[in-house]
């Protein structure tokens, strides 16, 4: 059971189209906050036709917006996550996509990096129509309090889409290929596509490690997967 409470106290960040709506989409950050970056996501999401939500998973210890140069910033944020607070975090944002009028399958939800691992969680946990992770990690290894992705993976009921990069030297190939195998043992329809020269944060055009073609390839396959999948 999630803490309504604290639900209710969850910032969002919400980008609406500006045109017909197809839906909306859940957007979990990166491991740096509710920055400038998911805020473009979230109104490159809008533009596509959905009602974009970013809910703010790190509010609770100061909701910053870290930079990408200073990994040591983020360990306290981490530490203030448990599986009930950003389960709590992310029903605030299907709240208000449910208040906007979208049932479930009308809801999809993609995360990047840290966000990536807990659109998985949240496709098994909740109900949604469609998840994407990009790059997320605690493949082997559970993070944030939630088991590990490769034991969360089977029990997928609705379509996963996971785009990682064969240079992430965080996420080893051999997990990427652990967490396919787990995946196609759920009753859903599952893909994993792999960028052969891209690196963690392959997506983010405010990093080193952006690799503009892998990161247009994978926002289309996004793209699609969402219009194929959710109804």
Not at 64 to 93: M, N, Q, R
Request: proline share 6%; with cysteine.
């Amino acid at each position: 059971m999630t803490d309504t409470a604290a639900a209710a106290a969850t910032p969002l960040s919400v980008h609406t189209p500006s045109g017909a709506t197809r839906g909306a989409v859940i957007v979990l950050q990166e491991a740096f906050g509710v920055n400038d970056h998911i805020e473009d996501v979230c109104g490159r999401i809008a533009d596509a036709g959905y009602v974009a939500i970013a809910p703010h998973l790190f509010h609770r210890t100061g909701d910053p917006k870290l930079g990408y140069d200073d990994f040591s910033k983020i360990a306290p944020h981490f530490a203030g996550l448990t599986p009930e607070t950003v389960l709590a975090d992310i029903d605030a944002a299907l709240a208000h996509a449910s208040g906007a009028g979208f049932g479930p399958s009308a809801i999809g939800v993609m995360g990047f990096c840290m966000g990536g691992t807990l659109a998985l969680v949240t496709a098994v946990e909740r109900s949604v129509g469609a998840a994407v992770t990009f790059y997320g990690g605690g493949v082997a290894a559970g993070r944030f309090g939630f088991p590990a992705l490769v034991d969360l993976a089977p029990r997928l009921t609705v379509p996963w889409l996971g785009l990682y990069g064969d240079l992430d030297t965080g996420i080893p190939i051999d997990d990427v290929e652990a967490l396919r195998t787990a995946a196609a043992t759920s009753s859903a329809a599952t893909e994993i596509v792999r960028y052969p020269n891209a690196e963690h944060g392959f997506n983010c055009d405010r990093r080193p490690s952006f690799h503009a073609e892998s990161a247009a390839d994978a926002w289309q396959r996004m793209l699609e997967f969402f219009t194929a999948n959710l109804g």
